[in-house]
């Protein structure tokens, strides 16, 4: 069901064509990959777009002269997006239970894996787009003297992480399905944006 591989391939893909264009949907990308279930993947590919938009909706705050209007709209879309964003890490392991419940696993009695592949794959999306925005600035036009080979060295650092990363995330799903480690569902139980949680919110009621 997991294949780094396949991950980090349609991450690339979707970030190269979301930024050609922007409002291409999820649901028009293909997803079927050899041995990979499409399913899976169109859900790696729903988080990935929450990661995508969160960091356009976060660049809009930083604009030099954004107003404070601006600025308090941007945060209320970061909260909406980054909720969206967790809640699909939680949908990714929930698919990756359900998937091993039926098959028997986890093994109750394996070591337990202190970060779940849902969360590996959410780092994932989010090296993706560094890589993809460093890219950018390695080869950007009329930069200063020695921008372009800052971002060489830093996508070097970055590909090399994402690849280590790519490679504990394949160990982790072997290891799991061979009944040699577990991991758990980690509920992330955001409160910030629960009316019946954040007292800034039912405090000004």
Known sequence: MVSATAIVALQDRLTREWHERPETPVSESPFAEAGVDGEWLELVARQHRANFDLWHIEDEARTPGASD???????????????LRN???E????AMMQWMGARGLPNPQAPLHSESPGMMV??????????YHTEEEAERIGAPPGHAERNRERLAI?????????????????????????????????MY?????????????
């Not at 959410?122 to 890589?131: F, H, N, P, T, V």
């Not at 394949?170 to 290891?175: H, I, Q």
């Open 87 to 89: 809640d699909l890490v």
């Open 193 to 205: 944006n629960d009316p019946t949680l954040n007292p800034a919110i039912y405090g000004k009621r």
């Open 69 to 83: 209007s601006a600025i308090a709209q941007v945060k209320r879309r970061v909260d909406v997006t980054n909720q």
């Open 91 to 94: 949908e990714l392991d929930r």
């Open 122 to 131: 959410d780092r994932l999306s989010i090296l993706a787009l560094k890589i």
């Open 158 to 190: 970055l590909e090399e992480q994402r690849a280590e990363l790519a490679a504990c995330l394949d160990t982790l799903w072997r290891e799991t399905a061979g009944g040699m480690r577990r991991f758990k569902l980690y509920r992330q139980l955001k």
